[in-house]
């Protein structure tokens, strides 16, 4: 079974920085696409970045150029680090599963259990 655990969130100033980390079993990191989604109360979960198996990468445009996400095959880790934080980065992280068709991520509906951000000061 593929289990997928994030790590890395927290409560940080606005214009602070935090990086996530999500840990994949059964080497799904060099095999898989993978995304950081996120959802704040009351609101639709939203795909904020993702990588390929080749490392290429796709960002919502309203975390482009703050966001950067990676990938270490040899940890079976992907990491998000978010730069200038904003308030309304506020939200539950979740690490997720998918493909990528053509340039378009598509999920696979695996998910880990989240991790908080919070933007406040």
């Known amino acids: 079974q593929v289990q997928l655990v994030e790590s890395g969130g927290g409560l940080v100033q606005p214009g602070g920085s935090l990086r996530l980390s999500c840990a994949a079993s059964?080497?799904?990191?060099?095999?898989?696409?993978m995304g950081w989604y996120r959802q704040a109360p009351g609101k639709q979960r939203e795909l904020v970045a993702a990588i390929g198996s080749g490392g290429d990468t796709n960002y919502a445009d309203t975390v482009k150029g703050r966001f950067t996400i990676s990938r270490d095959n040899a940890k079976d880790t992907i990491y998000l680090q978010m730069n200038s934080l904003k308030p309304e980065d506020t939200a539950v992280y979740y690490c997720n599963l998918g493909s990528k068709f053509g340039g378009t991520y598509v999920s696979h509906e695996y998910w880990g259990q989240g991790t908080q951000v919070t933007v406040s000061s």
């Open positions: 059964n080497r799904i990191y060099g095999l898989n696409a």
